[in-house]
């Protein structure tokens, strides 16, 4: 059974920097691309950072772009999400998502979804 279990989040100030973490069970690690995506309020849910299958970062959205970092922990089975410089305008609910397809994955299609973490940063 595959598991993707997010936490991290929390309420932080503008400008602040906060750690995300997504725990992976269930399928391996070299098999998947696994992604960072958010959801904020009344909006549709997008993806900002996209690891290959190789654990090599491979795309960032232009809005993340050298503030965000994705990488993987094989010794804790993680995917995590460094935030620095956090604005307002990242507030949103952030999923781990783990796709077949990297490509995909830019588009928010993913095979497996965590349930989620709420991110909020304050002005």
């Known amino acids: 059974q595959v598991q993707l279990v997010e936490s991290g989040g929390g309420l932080v100030q503008a400008g602040d920097s906060l750690r995300l973490s997504c725990v992976v069970s269930?399928?391996?690690?070299?098999?998947?691309?696994m992604a960072w995506c958010r959801q904020p309020p009344g909006e549709e849910r997008r993806c900002v950072a996209v690891?290959?299958?190789?654990?090599?970062?491979?795309w960032y959205a232009d809005s993340v772009q050298g503030r965000f970092t994705i990488s993987r922990d094989n010794n804790k089975n993680t995917v995590e999400l460094q935030m620095d410089s956090l604005k307002p305008e990242d507030t949103a609910v952030y999923y781990c998502?783990?796709?077949?397809?990297?490509?995909?994955?830019?588009?928010?299609?993913?095979?497996?979804w965590g349930q989620g973490t709420q991110v909020t940063v304050s002005s």
């Open positions: 998502a783990a796709g077949l397809s990297a490509l995909n994955l830019q588009r928010a299609d993913a095979n497996y």
């Open positions: 269930g399928l391996s690690s070299s098999t998947y691309a």
């Open positions: 690891l290959g299958f190789t654990g090599n970062a491979l």
